[in-house]
C-alpha cells in the first residue's frame, strides 16, 4: 500500500513538473508565523522580507536585508532535485544574459549543501548568486517549500510579488517598477 502511494505521488509531481507547476508544498501562514497548511507562505506582498541568515558560496555569512541594500533583487527559491528550478533559474539567466535584468537583481536561494548548490550553478551557467538558507529558516517558519517559488523586493527590503507560475510571460518593465518600489 506505502508504495503504491508513493508511485500515485511520484506521478503527480512528475505531472506537476511537465506542465510546469513546480513541487507545489506551501503552507498558508502569517507573516512571521509557523506553518500551518495551505498554497501559500509567510512571503506576503506588502511586508518586508525576513531577516535570515544566508551562506554565500565563498562561506562568508550574509543577512538577507543586506541583499536589499539600495536596490531591489528577485529572489528564487530552487534545489537542484527540483525537475521545474532549473527552467525557472535558466529564464531569469536568459534575461541577465541578454542585458534586459542587471546581474546584481537576481539571486537563488537554496537548503542544498555547499557542494549540490555549487554544481548546480555551474551546470546551469548561473551568473547570479546562490545563498544557502542552512538553517532552513524560511522553510521552516515562513512556509517556502514550494519549489521554484519567486520573489519580488524592493530596495527598501518589501516584497512587492510572489509567483510560483514559471511559465507566465515576464514583464521586464514591470519587474524592474517593482524593483525601485
Same mark, same amino acid.
Given at each position: 500500500?506505502?508504495?503504491?502511494?508513493? @508511485?500515485?505521488?511520484?506521478?503527480?509531481?512528475?505531472?506537476?513538473?511537465? @506542465?510546469? @507547476?513546480?513541487?507545489?508544498?506551501?503552507?498558508?501562514? %502569517? #507573516?512571521?508565523?509557523? #506553518? !500551518?497548511?495551505?498554497?501559500?507562505?509567510?512571503?506576503?506582498?506588502?511586508?518586508?522580507?525576513?531577516?535570515? =541568515?544566508?551562506?554565500? /558560496?565563498?562561506?562568508?555569512?550574509?543577512?538577507?536585508? %543586506?541583499?536589499?541594500?539600495? $536596490?531591489?533583487?528577485?529572489?528564487?527559491?530552487?534545489? =537542484?532535485?527540483? #525537475?521545474?528550478? /532549473? #527552467?525557472? +533559474?535558466?529564464?531569469?539567466?536568459?534575461?541577465?544574459?541578454?542585458?534586459?535584468?542587471? *546581474?546584481?537583481? *537576481?539571486? +537563488?536561494?537554496?537548503? /542544498?549543501?555547499?557542494?549540490?548548490? %555549487?554544481?548546480?550553478?555551474?551546470?546551469?551557467?548561473?551568473?547570479? =548568486?546562490?545563498?544557502?538558507?542552512?538553517?532552513?529558516?524560511?522553510?521552516?517558519?515562513?512556509?517556502?517549500?514550494?519549489?521554484?517559488?519567486?520573489?519580488?523586493?524592493? /530596495?527598501?527590503? !518589501?516584497?512587492?510579488?510572489?509567483?510560483?507560475?514559471?511559465? $507566465?510571460?515576464?514583464?521586464? $518593465?514591470?519587474?524592474? %517598477?517593482?524593483?525601485?518600489?
Amino acid at each position: 500500500m506505502a508504495r503504491k502511494i508513493l @508511485l500515485t505521488v511520484t506521478w503527480i509531481v512528475g505531472i506537476a513538473a511537465a @506542465l510546469g @507547476l513546480g513541487v507545489v508544498l506551501g503552507r498558508q501562514i %502569517r #507573516p512571521g508565523a509557523r #506553518p !500551518t497548511g495551505s498554497w501559500q507562505t509567510g512571503l506576503v506582498p506588502g511586508h518586508r522580507f525576513p531577516s535570515v =541568515p544566508l551562506l554565500e /558560496a565563498t562561506g562568508e555569512t550574509v543577512v538577507s536585508d %543586506r541583499l536589499f541594500a539600495s $536596490r531591489g533583487r528577485i529572489i528564487i527559491f530552487v534545489d =537542484p532535485r527540483c #525537475p521545474s528550478c /532549473a #527552467p525557472a +533559474a535558466l529564464r531569469w539567466q536568459r534575461l541577465v544574459s541578454s542585458g534586459q535584468i542587471d *546581474v546584481s537583481s *537576481v539571486a +537563488a536561494i537554496t537548503t /542544498a549543501s555547499a557542494e549540490e548548490s %555549487r554544481v548546480y550553478q555551474v551546470e546551469l551557467g548561473l551568473t547570479f =548568486p546562490v545563498y544557502r538558507d542552512v538553517y532552513e529558516t524560511l522553510q521552516n517558519q515562513y512556509g517556502v517549500t514550494g519549489l521554484p517559488y519567486e520573489v519580488i523586493v524592493d /530596495a527598501s527590503g !518589501t516584497i512587492r510579488a510572489t509567483s510560483v507560475d514559471t511559465q $507566465r510571460k515576464i514583464d521586464v $518593465r514591470q519587474v524592474k %517598477r517593482q524593483l525601485k518600489g
